[in-house]
Structure formats: structure tokens, C-alpha cells
């Protein structure tokens, strides 16, 4: 299997449950693992680099022979009210968050179609399933990933490909704490959280294993928040009143 971004937060967390699990894995990022990981191939790419992502996937089938499974991890923060939106950064967050998943679904499909098989997992948002204040760029950019996937389910269910999306809530990573430590209503947000916490990576790569694996072998198409219950409606704190 892939995983993109994988040497932070939740693609590190989904390289660690499916070694665990036993899956041969093959991470890959711009940056470097700072831990690096036992009995894993690390390669490293940018996730806009298309060659680069062909070749990724050509190591992997010359290494392997076969590819079941895609996770898509690679991703950045930004944001920011569109009139005072800088284009360049715009074009950045479109370019790794969404152009940056449809290049690693593109060649990981040639090797997926051989096979007739396949379990493509992207990782947009719960921003990528609502608006938010500010979200902007990276809004529109996890909106394209949901849309996306559910096309990629579209396309090769025919062939026994399966694409799903994970919509993440707010999960205790590096890119949190760079984002969400600077924020003076981080406690506001957590509380939109119905089980009124932050979620761990771990979490997500929970659903992810899931995903890959035969127990969800007859779902395709959806996008799953892993989310505390973010997207589940509005917290007022009423429910503090009678608990
Ligand atoms: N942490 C959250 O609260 C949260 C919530 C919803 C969705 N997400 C999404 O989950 C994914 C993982 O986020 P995270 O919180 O683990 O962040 P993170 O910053 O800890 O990890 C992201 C990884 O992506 C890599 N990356 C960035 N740009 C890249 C590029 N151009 N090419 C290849 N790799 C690149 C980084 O080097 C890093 O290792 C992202 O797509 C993010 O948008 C995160």
C-alpha cells in the first residue's frame, strides 16, 4: 500500500496501524520522517510532482507487483477571507490538497485497473463537508477531494475499485498545533465536537484500516466524518445543563 504524507500525523498514523496490521507499506512525502519507521520504504516525493508520483508508483510495482491500497494524507493548512486572499497561496493549497490527491489516485489507478481491484482512502475534511469561517482556499480545495473521490467511485466500481473519503474533525496533530494553538476560541471549536474532545490520529487511521479491509468491502463512495460528532449539528452547551 501508499500512504501519502506520511511522515507527520495522520499518514504516519495510518503507516503505523497498517504495519501493525501487517500490510507491506510504502510511505511517502516532501519531507523527511523525523522517527523514520522500521520495515517501511520511505520515497520522497511532492504530491504535485506528477512524474514524480508515476514514479513512485512504477518503484512500488517493480519492488511489489502490486498495489491494494491508496491513502492520501499529504495535505496543508490555509484559509483566509477571500478579499485579502493571496492568489499564490490559494493556487498552493488547490495545488497539494486537491491536484496533489488526483495525481496520487491517477497513477495509482493504472496498477489498480490490471488488478481489477483496489481501495482508494482520501483524507479531505469535515471542511471539505461544511462551510467555515474563514476556510476559503482549503474549504473549496476538500470539497473538490469529497466530490472527487465519490467520481473516482463513480468511474471504477466497474472494475472492483473502491474510493472512499475520510472527513477528519480536529485531530491533535502538527498541522493542529500549528493552526489551532494560535487560536484564542480553540476551546469554542473543541466543544463542536460532541464528545466535547480533539480526536487522535490514531483514530483516523482506525477508519482508514477499515476501509482498506474486506469489512467494508461493499462500501464505496462515501464520506465518512471521523468526527466526534462536528458535522452531527450545533452544540449551545444545553447539553452540559441536564448532564
Ligand atoms: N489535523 C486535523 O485536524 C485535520 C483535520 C481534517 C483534515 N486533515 C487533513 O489530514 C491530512 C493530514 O494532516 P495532518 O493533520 O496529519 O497534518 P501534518 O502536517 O501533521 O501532516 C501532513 C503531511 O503532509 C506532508 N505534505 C505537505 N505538503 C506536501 C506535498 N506537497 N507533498 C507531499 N507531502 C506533503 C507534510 O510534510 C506532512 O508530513 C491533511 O490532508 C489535512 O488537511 C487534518
Excluded at 83 to 102: A, P, V, Y
Excluded at 200 to 229: Q, Y
Amino acid at each position: 500500500m501508499h500512504v501519502t504524507g506520511a511522515s507527520s500525523g495522520i499518514g504516519e498514523a495510518c503507516v503505523a496501524r497498517f504495519v501493525a496490521e501487517g500490510a507491506t507499506v510504502i510511505g511517502s512525502d516532501v519531507a523527511e520522517p523525523e522517527a523514520g519507521f522500521a520495515g517501511v520504504s520511505f520515497v520522497q516525493c511532492d504530491v504535485r510532482d506528477a512524474g514524480g508520483q508515476q514514479q513512485v508508483v512504477e518503484q512500488i510495482m517493480a519492488d511489489h507487483g502490486q498495489l491494494d491500497v491508496l491513502v492520501t494524507a499529504a495535505g496543508v493548512a490555509s484559509g483566509g477571507p477571500v478579499h485579502s486572499l493571496d492568489l499564490e497561496e490559494w493556487q498552493r493549497c488547490q495545488d497539494i490538497n486537491l491536484t496533489g490527491t488526483m495525481l496520487s489516485a491517477k497513477y495509482a489507478l493504472g496498477p489498480m485497473i490490471a488488478q481489477k481491484s483496489g481501495s482508494i482512502i482520501t483524507i479531505a475534511s469535515v471542511e471539505g463537508l461544511e462551510g467555515c469561517e474563514g476556510g476559503s482556499s482549503y474549504n473549496a480545495a476538500k470539497g473538490g477531494v469529497v466530490l472527487l473521490t465519490k467520481n473516482l467511485a463513480n468511474d471504477y466500481g466497474v472494475v472492483g475499485i473502491r474510493a472512499n473519503c475520510i472527513c477528519p474533525g480536529f485531530i491533535k496533530t502538527p498541522m493542529f498545533h500549528s493552526v489551532v494553538d494560535q487560536m484564542p476560541w480553540a476551546d469554542e471549536i473543541r466543544k463542536q465536537h460532541k464528545l466535547r474532545r480533539f480526536g487522535e490520529s490514531s483514530e483516523v487511521a482506525g477508519a482508514a484500516f477499515f476501509l482498506a479491509s474486506d469489512d467494508s468491502s461493499f462500501v464505496t463512495g462515501i464520506s465518512l466524518p471521523v468526527d466526534g460528532g462536528y458535522t452531527a449539528g450545533h452544540a449551545y452547551g444545553l447539553a452540559e445543563m441536564w448532564t
